[in-house]
């Protein structure tokens, strides 16, 4: 089985190019940086860990 990262590359690359050939290049783009911001909602979130600094 392939690698999903290996053909995740690719398909993104011909889904750009075919967006931008249908409607433009700066469309094309602006999606692709849409998506690239909202990716970052699948990225794993650890709680926050707050500690307090003892003076010395």
Not at 16 to 39: M, N, Q
């Amino acid at each position: 089985m392939a690698d999903p990262v290996k053909v995740a590359q690719p398909v993104g690359i011909l889904a750009a190019g075919a967006l931008a050939a249908a409607t433009s290049p700066r469309t094309a783009i602006a999606v692709a940086g849409g998506v690239l911001l909202l990716s970052s909602g699948l990225l794993p979130w650890r709680p926050t860990v707050t500690k307090n600094p003892t003076c010395e």
